[in-house]
């Protein structure tokens, strides 16, 4: 079984050992924002949907529990659960997408740069990781910091919840800021010059080595056997890269979800990236991602459905109706920073917009500038990847956006490139499947199980050479308004 902790939902899916899938389920939620820019989540609330999931998933399934044989987990990066000595969340969990630690940011970047301190080797400094949230509790809630005794990321404390014990993987830990990636380990530097224990932090494995067994509690909240082996798991981007069979250096991925990623699978980290880019541990040690992110991808045309179409209109429709329309919607752009941006601005301030409305916008157009835009999004950040030496022929296509064929064609056409799309749509869940198959001893490791389990739709999606012309020309109108745009947006708040 595998399972994906996502920001908006959780997925389940059973899937033998030469990828089938024998069953699945799944349970949206929301993220709260008390406060403008923050977003938090209710750890306990992760816990019951994966549960739910989980029983779901087994009841559509038509074995037994007793045939599960490992279970992984797939988790949302860079969000901070602080817990008390109990494994008991003192507060609620602080996620990738927010924002308020814009001055721990700034603090932490001089602090970085004065001290040399490696950790900005590799990432920038950004609002929503783990070490700048923790700051900003220390300074702004101090009542909770000193309640802390432990810190994880999300799928690290429902995996606690499952066996009573807390450990995180090497992939999820790199995109904390506290990690030492090059040595797969945390960074005693950064945390002792910071004054912070280093003992809150758990102890890292790779993503199919073994964390503990599911618990008698657990068993009967899940529906799973007690004594079930359950994997480290992994961070979700690069449990895709699992999903999608990319793990050898040079694979590379697009990825739509709430957020977009374009991603490469590299066998060295890569240097002096970090102002624009991403780079983090695999699945296992040896293997490294570097990627180019974007945070509101697939939640723009959520955002845009339920707040601005009308009321019953869903995806389908607006995805038909804006395939009506011309290349380019007709002069309207769409820059798709609804709660700041990271690769290539790294500015957690920066804001959306439409440009070029009119009388004669419509509905179909605002929708298919939000594919356009996105899209432009992440060509911008390859561009940034082209600049370290970072290309592919072709790009394995993935994520809840990539099932339809009008945003995988305005990609292809886009990056003028062709697409393989992945058979598997949850791919998240899919890679931790993978995982737990390496877990349970099907295959020698992840890589030689998403090798052998990854499936690809016969039919690829090749690029229309006009309209990759004419959206060249389209992308340098979309990176001068993203240049004004940010650059009237301040990073603070």
């Not at 000595?85 to 602080?94: D, H, K, L, S």
């Not at 002096?272 to 040690?285: D, I, K, P, V, W």
Request: with cysteine.
């Amino acid at each position: 079984m595998g399972i994906d902790l996502g920001t908006a939902s959780v997925k389940a899916l059973i899937v033998d050992s030469q990828g089938g899938i024998c069953a699945q389920a799944g349970r949206g939620y929301s993220f709260k924002s008390p406060r403008y820019g923050w977003a938090e989540q209710n750890c306990d609330e992760w816990y019951e949907a994966v549960c739910e999931v989980s029983r779901k998933a087994l009841s559509a399934f038509k074995g037994s529990a007793q045939q599960i044989k490992a279970v992984a987990l797939s988790g949302q990066m860079h969000g901070l659960v602080p817990l008390d000595g109990n494994f008991t969340p003192v507060r609620n969990a602080i996620l990738h997408c927010d924002a308020r630690s814009a001055a721990e940011v700034r603090f932490l970047a001089g602090f970085c740069a004065e001290k040399r301190l490696s950790i900005a080797d590799f990432n920038s400094v950004y609002t929503g990781f783990l070490l700048p949230s923790l700051l900003w509790l220390r300074e702004n809630e101090p009542q909770n910091y000193a309640k802390i005794r432990h810190v994880c990321l999300p799928k690290d404390y429902v995996n606690c919840k499952l066996t009573g014990e807390l450990g995180s993987d090497i992939s999820d830990a790199s995109g904390t800021l506290a990690f030492d990636i090059e040595n797969f380990c945390w960074s005693k530097q950064a945390l002792s010059a910071l004054e912070i224990p280093e003992e809150w932090f758990p102890p890292c494995k790779s993503a199919a080595e073994a964390l503990g067994l599911i618990s008698a509690k657990a068993a009967e909240a899940t529906g799973l056997c007690a004594g079930t082996p359950v994997a480290h798991g992994g961070a979700d981007q690069v449990m895709q890269a699992l999903g999608n069979g990319a793990v050898s250096p040079g694979d590379a991925t697009l990825n739509i979800g709430s957020s977009a990623q374009i991603c490469f699978q590299s066998g060295a980290p890569v240097k002096g990236a970090a102002a624009a880019l991403n780079t983090f541990c695999g699945f296992e040690r040896g293997a490294w991602i570097t990627m180019g992110a974007m945070m509101s991808a697939g939640i723009s045309m959520r955002w845009f459905a339920e707040n601005i179409a009308p009321p019953g209109v869903n995806f389908a429709a607006l995805d038909a109706q804006a395939a009506q329309l011309p290349a380019g919607s007709e002069g309207l752009f769409f820059h798709p920073y609804l709660n700041g941006e990271r690769s290539p601005h790294m500015n957690s301030a920066l804001r959306g917009a439409w440009t070029g409305l009119s009388f004669s916008t419509g509905m179909p157009h605002l929708a298919r500038a939000i594919m356009e835009g996105v899209a432009y999004s992440l060509a911008w950040c390859m561009e940034s990847c082209a600049e370290f030496g970072l290309g592919a022929s072709e790009f394995i296509v993935s994520g809840g956006g990539a099932q339809s064929v009008l945003w995988r064609q305005i990609l292809a056409d886009v990056f003028g490139s062709p697409l393989k799309i992945a058979e598997v749509s949850e791919q998240a869940a899919f890679g931790a499947a993978i995982t737990a198959a390496a877990q349970a001893g099907f295959f020698g490791s992840a890589g030689e199980a998403s090798r052998a389990m990854a499936r690809y739709k016969p039919e690829r999606v090749e690029p229309d050479k006009k309209r990759a012309a004419f959206y060249k020309e389209q992308f340098l109108k979309f990176k001068a308004l993203g240049k004004m745009l940010n650059g009237f947006y301040e990073d603070k708040f």
